[in-house]
């Protein structure tokens, strides 16, 4: 009998009605001293598949169970309803058994390893430029496994395939690209509802961020909302954000096989919040096109924002010299910029600070940068340029700096205002006041400063300390007017004017004050165009005087298939009685909705008089027109971009859609059962 024992936990398997088994060895865990073992990279079979085009997967079955447990066989001992038992082969929660396996599946095939397949745990991936030589390789890997008498799942191997899923990713003899299947249920993912569905949606993208162009720009304001103390608010910048990023997941780039004789090109970019590149891999030697090998991106930190504009550059350099090390080392390869001064700011001969750090760490690299100009630079830049005019490009190293005044107010007239100002008079007397504690008074002058006869307010600008202008009430409007209104301001918007104001002057509730003056510029609301779809015009539906007189009927879908393959809803509502019906459909199509709406509502109420929809192609092409003709139906649709005439239906298809979320399963398969009880 054992001196241990551990609880039993029955879990669903994916591929299996069997439930699988699993011991908690939390307690055995604890003070287990761990395994550890060198896992593969996953990144490192992109060296392997250049020029294969035939390829075979195998996957070792119930690889915890083919390894044996020898003098510690007592401490597996689990408790069940019928005795007290202990496994003489490894299970499953065992500290140490993920690296014990593998380490036998590497030992086993420590001879083929990375020279004739790649082995990730008990994932096998056999590659080969033949079908004859991958006979041969799938043989020597068949020896080994029978030699140590460990066993394939059959329905889990694929053999001479000219594509193969493996680790996620789907590779073939053209290159690497995700695993569809994978990409899809990350499409299919409802809007996150908090911070951890923020963070599971971007775990799952972030797998596949080599293959989409400034991912981290794209997931900016994602990542805003999972930072620490942040306020999780969903809008519409945020969905627009995770729409633009399940864009590029669905239609994602073939990532090339490296090929160690091609050349190299490594284009960087940065911008105020992320840096970027791409790895690019040039035939015959030659500048080109080229073909992706991988993208890179990431956000910035706190730190990093604050650094001066070509130091953000130098650091896109570094950072993505680092993520693409395994391809560069030992290898001669270009770097594309679009800032000029890094042509010679990693090459001058007696660099300091920070600089000096960064070339250090670029010394074992064989490089040489070349300068693109920004309009040309398009791939790697992860900013949203402004327009500009390609004949007049200005590549001299110097910012126009802008004036701002307000008005014609002289210093003497600002005196005058601030005298009047209950906050200026509020902070000179803090600043005069004798009776304050040193504390107290080290605090307000480390803030506020009085020069002149003028009050500033100290602050942080770009790394540098600045003195801002204490603006008097009554002449905000006018300092607000100098950064909105000017030639050089543009009118530019709210955040813009702001930006430009808090750099030169101050005030209490800046931003609230740019915003009512903005919002109130003439020229601003004659010339900004209002964006969208215009609303059309509106055709009022007269109230129907009988029960089932007048219908509203809308479909809503695709949504996640059932197993009998039903992927829409049908839903209609009665005006009067807001009695309605949903029926699931197999398709949209306008057969399909004339039939439902025939056999589930006129059959068994009558024929209506009116039926209101929107403007889908199942509701105004001829054949629905045709039946609503045949059947004496007044059809009616609601007005473009205005859901509100159309709103008895889409309220009631909000109202199912939630309840529906509340009581389907994992798999988001059982809608159909549950959707009587949600109408």
């Given at each position: ?29 604890a ?11 996953i ?21 915890y ?17 019928t ?15 993920p ?6 599946v ?6 083929l ?7 990730y745990?008990?994932?096998i ?24 008498d ?211 760490r ?15 630079h ?24 802008p ?82 209104d ?38 601003c ?8 779809k ?37 839903v ?33 109420f ?34 473009p ?31 159909k ?7």
């Amino acid at each position: 009998m054992s001196p241990w024992a551990s609880p039993v936990i029955l879990v669903p398997k994916r591929d299996s009605d069997k439930p699988r088994m699993v011991i908690d060895y939390r307690k055995l865990n604890a003070v287990t001293i761990p395994l550890v073992y060198p896992i593969i990279n996953i990144e490192d079979f992109l060296f392997l598949l250049n020029g294969s085009a035939i390829f075979a997967v195998m996957d070792v079955f119930s690889m915890y169970y083919q390894i044996e447990v020898e003098e510690d066989k007592s401490k597996t001992a689990f408790v069940t309803p019928t005795g007290h038992y202990e496994f003489n082969r490894m299970s499953f929660g065992l500290q140490g058994a993920p690296a014990t396996s593998a380490k036998a599946v590497s030992t086993i095939l420590a001879d083929l390893i990375n020279v004739d397949i790649f082995v990730y745990f008990d994932d096998i991936l056999i590659f080969a430029k033949s079908f004859d030589e991958l006979m041969l390789k799938i043989a020597m890997v068949l020896d080994c496994l029978r030699t140590h008498d460990l066993n394939l799942k059959p329905s889990k191997c694929e053999f001479a395939v000219n594509k193969a899923k493996y680790l996620g990713h789907e590779v073939s003899g053209e290159g690497i690209k995700p695993d569809m299947e994978r990409v899809q249920a990350i499409d299919r993912m409802r809007t996150p509802k908090n911070v951890q569905e923020v963070k599971s949606i971007l775990g799952m993208a972030s797998f596949y961020r080599k293959f989409i162009n400034d991912f981290a720009a794209i997931t900016e304001l994602l990542i805003k909302l999972i930072r620490k103390n942040a306020i999780f608010n969903w809008a519409g910048e945020q969905e627009a954000a995770l729409q633009t990023l399940k864009k590029r997941l669905i239609s994602p780039p073939v990532l090339a096989h490296f090929d160690p004789n091609a050349m190299l090109e490594l284009r960087t970019d940065a911008c105020g919040y992320a840096i970027g590149g791409v790895l690019l891999q040039h035939e015959n030697n030659e500048l080109n096109e080229g073909r992706v090998l991988q993208f890179m991106s990431r956000s910035l930190n706190k730190c990093e924002r604050n650094y001066s504009p070509i130091e953000k550059e130098a650091l896109a350099v570094i950072w993505c010299i680092g993520k693409s090390r395994h391809f560069l080392q030992g290898k001669k390869f270009i770097i594309t910029t679009d800032a000029h001064s890094l042509c010679w700011l990693l090459n001058i001969k007696d660099p300091n600070g920070r600089i000096a750090r960064w070339t250090l760490r670029l010394q074992p690299y064989l490089f040489e940068i070349r300068y693109r100009a920004g309009h040309l630079h398009n791939d790697a830049d992860c900013l949203s340029r402004k327009i500009i005019n390609n004949d007049r490009i200005i590549e001299d190293d110097f910012d126009e700096i802008p004036c701002y005044v307000i008005g014609r107010t002289t210093a003497t007239n600002i005196k005058e205002h601030k005298k009047t100002d209950q906050y200026c008079q509020k902070i000179r007397k803090l600043l005069n006041d004798t009776e304050l504690t040193k504390n107290a008074r080290k605090r307000i002058m480390k803030k506020y400063i009085e020069l002149n006869g003028l009050l500033y307010k100290r602050s942080m600008i770009d790394r540098r300390m600045e003195y801002l202008l204490l603006v008097p009430k009554s002449l905000l409007e006018q300092a607000i007017r100098g950064c909105h209104d000017l030639d050089s301001s543009g009118h530019f918007g709210i955040i813009s004017t702001y930006h430009r104001f808090k750099k030169r002057f101050y005030a209490p509730k800046m931003l609230k004050q740019v915003k009512k003056y903005v919002q109130s510029c003439n020229k601003c609301q004659l010339r900004n165009l209002k964006h969208g779809k215009q609303e059309g015009l509106q055709k009022p539906i007269p109230v129907s005087e009988t029960l089932f007189g007048t219908i509203f009927t809308d479909i809503f879908g695709p949504i996640v298939e059932t197993e009998d393959k039903y992927a829409y809803v049908l839903v209609i509502v009665d005006q009067l009685s807001k009695y309605c019906v949903a029926e699931p459909l197999k398709n949209a199509d306008s057969e399909t909705t004339v039939k439902v709406l025939h056999e589930k509502w006129i059959l068994k109420f009558g024929v209506p008089k009116v039926i209101v929809s929107d403007n889908g192609r199942n509701f105004v092409s001829e054949f629905t027109k045709s039946y609503f003709k045949r059947m004496g139906i007044i059809h009616k649709t609601s007005s473009p971009s205005h859901p509100q005439g159309h709103s008895p239906v889409e309220r009631l298809i909000r109202t199912i859609q939630d309840g529906l979320s509340k009581v389907i399963d994992d798999t988001h398969r059982n809608w159909k059962e549950k959707l009587p009880e949600r109408r």
